[in-house]
Nanobody, 126 residues
Framework: QVQLVESGGGLVQAGGSLRLSCAAS????????MGWFRQAPGKEREFVAA??????????ADSEKGRFTISKARDNAKNTVYLQMNRLKPEDTADYYC?????????????????WGQGTQVTVSS
């Protein structure tokens, strides 16, 4: 089992920044690819970003490229993955979820990651 707990959400003005954190516990964190998803009110959950097990390869949805950065803590003892979000837009408003899977392909798809966090809310005001 892997437990995931997100934090760092909140209210921010358009153009501002937030850094989300996802703390993992349970099985060996360093073996897992990690991903971030979001779900806006009335919309389906969508992929945002992912990072492979080593932290060396990252993947982004097209709409987030250049604005969002996913990273794994360099110290694996921290068991944390981050999502740095810059130049936020009102359309970024959503609940943001962390996911984990041994497969970096599966961690990028909405229905396949093995583990999910409970989510953290991000609201971007115009």
């Amino acid at each position: 089992q892997v437990q995931l707990v997100e934090s760092g959400g909140g209210l921010v003005q358009a153009g501002g920044s937030l850094r989300l954190s996802c703390a993992a516990s349970g099985r060996t964190f360093s073996n897992y690819a990690m991903g971030w998803f979001r779900q806006a009110p009335g919309k389906e959950r969508e992929f945002v970003a992912a990072v492979n097990w080593s932290g060396g390869i990252t993947y982004y949805a097209d709409s987030e490229k250049g604005r969002f950065t996913i990273s794994k803590a360099r110290d694996n003892a921290k068991n944390t993955v981050y999502l740095q979000m810059n130049r936020l837009k009102p359309e970024d408003t959503a609940d943001y979820y962390c996911a984990a899977d041994l497969s970096v392909q599966q961690v990028q798809a909405v229905n396949t990651p093995d583990y999910w966090g409970q989510g953290t809310q991000v609201t971007v005001s115009s």
